[in-house]
């Protein structure tokens, strides 16, 4: 069985020969680029000018002039807007950034899906706040509470948000994904002017999104458009088959044909063997995925076509620690949220906000001064850290585990 990539490969080498250096090539993220041109320098076996690469997001990027910022720049954006939003009114309420960012994210993950999908957002906002002001029907004004208020005045005001935010980070030439999705969808003509290449080749999208879409259509009009996607006939030939749903919406819609450049049948073709393993618990998965791997050395020492796919991200490092990562390829993300440094940096705000609520409960009892006190099992946790562990064995190696906090104290 051929990979799809060594058959793009191939594809790519039939139809361009050596002449690829004026096109680019565009796929769905930036891990599968090392691969495809390790395909191409196999199948060429020589000195050749490659063509350019882009995953989709850096693609759509090079269409504008826009720079994508992360999400904590954009935050602290919206967050400006807020502050402005509520000098101008006069508001009394300011919610600091910590309590402001709760909020923050689920708004900037709807301004990311109304703009990817070139929804009209004030027509959205303003359906929304009808529809809040509903649940209050019967009511006026007045007969609200205060919190009720606020609540209505929030989904009224999400509108001009967007509006404000957006026009903030054009002016600085700043946009999110959503954002420079919809720039390039209203400016289609402008934007690929400023590219030299003469073919556009789509590797891997099996689906399309709204604006993936009309780029795509564009330059098959434009006769600019080179499109190859990782089809099995079992899916994709059979109109009920949900799985081939994109693919066929792809194969009609934008390209009118019957088949597709490369598609296989591999479901029915290739040969399978299954095998079950009861395992009590969820870390001793990677303890027999390790004997497992072993067992293939015997027939495969490479194991470059073996692929792991963990039921859960959390497994990642148990498996890295069980097995040999030599010639190991991580193709999985691991959050932030799950390593040790979180925590650390978790504790350490649960212990201060511990602290701050300690001084004041003090101070509020009369007779009491202002006492700087922490809550010793916030310590304990925070000591405990293995980072803080290291540091405090390097200082001072006699220290225990439950003599942490004193041993610090000391240094």
Do not use: W
């Not at 990979?3 to 004026?22: E, K, M, N, P, R």
């Not at 954006?77 to 689920?106: G, R």
């Not at 980070?169 to 289609?188: D, F, H, P, S, W």
């Not at 088959?241 to 597709?260: M, S, Y």
Request: a neutral charge.
């Amino acid at each position: 069985m051929k990979t799809f990539l060594s058959q793009v490969a191939q594809h790519i080498h039939q139809q361009y020969g050596t002449q690829i250096c004026d096109n680019c090539v565009i796929v769905p993220n930036r891990r599968s680029i090392v691969f495809l041109k390790q395909q191409l320098a196999n199948v060429y076996n020589k000195p050749f000018l490659s063509p350019s690469f882009f995953s989709i997001e850096d693609f759509l990027e090079s269409l504008t002039h826009l720079k994508n910022i992360s999400t904590e720049e954009q935050l602290l954006t919206l967050y400006k807007v807020y502050n402005e939003l509520n000098k101008e009114k006069n508001s009394e309420e300011k919610l600091p950034l910590h309590e402001f960012a709760a909020n923050a994210q689920i708004m900037l993950n709807d301004f990311n899906d109304i703009d990817a999908n070139l929804l009209d957002a004030q027509v959205l906002f303003s359906s929304l706040a009808e529809i809040k002001e509903l649940s209050f029907f019967g009511k006026t004004e007045a007969e609200l509470s205060p919190f009720q208020r606020n609540y209505l005045r929030f989904f009224k005001e999400l509108g001009e948000y967007y509006t404000r935010f957006t026009t903030q980070l054009l002016q600085e030439n700043k946009a999110y994904q959503g954002l420079i999705y919809r720039q390039v969808a209203e400016n289609l003509t402008a934007c690929f002017s400023k590219l030299p290449y003469k073919k556009y080749i789509f590797v891997g999208f099996n689906a399309l999104s709204k604006v993936e879409h009309l780029i795509v259509e564009y330059l098959r009009q434009m006769d600019a458009l080179d499109y190859l996607i990782d089809a099995d006939s079992f899916y994709v030939e059979n109109p009920i088959h949900e799985a081939g749903q994109f693919i066929r919406a792809v194969q009609k819609e934008v390209f009118d044909v019957k088949t597709l450049p490369i598609t296989g049948n591999y479901y029915k073709e290739t040969p399978k063997k299954i095998h079950l393993i009861g395992l009590p618990q969820t870390l001793t998965q990677a303890k027999a995925l390790h004997e497992l791997l072993e067992e293939l050395k015997k027939s495969n020492p490479t194991l470059t076509s073996t692929a792991i796919v963990p039921m859960d991200e959390s497994l990642l490092l148990p498996i890295l620690h069980a097995i040999d990562t030599k010639e190991a390829n991580i193709t999985m993300g691991y959050p932030i949220k799950q390593t040790v440094l979180f925590q650390l940096l978790k504790d350490l705000l649960i212990g201060l906000e511990n602290k701050a609520k300690f001084t004041v409960s003090n101070e509020l009892r009369a007779g009491r001064g202002r006492q700087n006190r922490m809550y010793y099992k916030d310590l304990f946790a925070f000591f405990n850290n293995p980072y803080i562990k290291d540091i405090l064995n390097q200082r001072q190696p006699a220290c225990s585990d439950l003599q942490s906090v004193r041993c610090s104290k000391n240094n």
